[in-house]
């Protein structure tokens, strides 16, 4: 049973910063591709950053360039959000996803969701 714990979201004050986890159990951690979503109020859910674990790129939304970094912990089977300048816009709940095994056509992969962590940028 795939499950994906994530951790760290909170209150912030704008200009201010948070790191976000996100703990994979279950699945071959090697073989997914890891991302962080977010959703905030009557908005659709968006791709923020994206990382292929085995190789370690990585990608951003055009939003967070520059400001957002996503890193793994291959032996502990975690990613990472680190968000700095954070701005009201990012209020929102964000999710962890894996989706894979990479070596599956895309049609095939299975993609996995956490609970969601919300994050807060507010004065």
Do not use: H
């Amino acid at each position: 049973q795939v499950q994906l714990v994530e951790s760290g979201g909170g209150l912030v004050q704008p200009g201010g910063s948070l790191r976000l986890s996100c703990t994979a159990s279950g699945l071959n951690f090697v073989q997914y591709n890891m991302a962080w979503y977010r959703q905030a109020p009557g908005q659709e859910r968006e791709l923020v950053a994206l990382i292929f674990v085995a190789a370690g790129s990585v990608d951003y939304a055009d939003s967070v360039t520059g400001r957002f970094t996503i890193s793994r912990d291959i032996p502990k089977n975690t990613v990472y959000l680190q968000m700095n300048s954070l701005n009201v816009e990012g209020t929102a709940v964000y999710f962890c996803n894996a989706a894979g095994p990479v070596f599956y056509s895309v049609a095939r992969r299975s993609n996995y969701w956490g609970q969601g962590t919300q994050v807060t940028v507010s004065s």
